[in-house]
């Protein structure tokens, strides 16, 4: 029982790998991000780890982050489309695709019904 409970991971580990987390995303403050850097210094194995999760956020987050516009694309959508007015659906379009799902489902419901056999008499 003794050798199964040393192969789970404990409660700090979990705390360090999201400390690594944090410090690679760059989201801590800065007195926990110069107490860790200092921890780096030393620790070769905690500059293993921050190396392995730089290089799984640069494959993971870096393709996706080059992917989005940057703030002034979003301004110039924004003012494009800030002064035209709200078009709403003809009342005719949303009568027509009204009937269209009844009739849709109209037809499964009878589709499905089960079939009486004919009389053979």
Do not use: C, H
């Amino acid at each position: 029982m003794n050798d199964k409970l040393s192969q789970l991971i404990t409660r700090d580990e979990i705390d360090e790998d999201l400390l690594v987390v944090d410090y690679v995303a760059g989201r801590l403050a800065d007195e926990a991000k110069a107490d860790f850097e200092a921890r780096l210094r030393d620790d070769e194995e905690l500059k293993a780890r921050v190396a392995e999760e730089r290089e799984f956020r640069s494959a993971v987050v870096g393709p996706a982050s080059e992917a989005m516009p940057d703030a002034a694309a979003f301004d110039k959508l924004r003012d494009g489309i800030e002064d035209e007015p709200v078009k709403r659906a003809s009342p005719w379009r949303r009568s027509a695709v009204a009937a269209v799902l009844l009739a849709a489902v109209a037809a499964v419901v009878f589709m499905d019904a089960p079939q009486q056999p004919a009389d053979p008499w």
